[in-house]
């Protein structure tokens, strides 16, 4: 799994459905390598309800949104 990310620019506005989809990314993806390891299935749930409600929040169907978080 390869990810990137992209630091904000100091002049941007603070998101808190993009903290709350770090967050879940950051303790899920923990989990998930855990999961692999004993090779089990992981499980996204958080990340993908944390994704969703940060498009319910922007605009459901965002391009860009979808396009960066997947």
Avoid: Q, Y
Avoid at 6 to 24: G, I, L, T, Y
Avoid at 37 to 44: I, K, L
Wanted: glycine letters at 4%.
């Amino acid at each position: 799994m390869l990810m990137e990310s992209h630091v904000p620019r100091a002049d941007s506005r603070f998101v808190p459905e993009a903290a709350r989809f770090a967050e879940a990314l950051e303790t899920d993806t923990s989990k998930a390598a855990v999961a692999l390891r004993e090779h089990r299935n992981p499980d996204w749930g958080r990340v993908e309800e944390a994704l969703h409600a940060w498009e319910d929040a922007v605009g459901n169907g965002s391009p860009f949104l979808r396009r960066e978080a997947t």
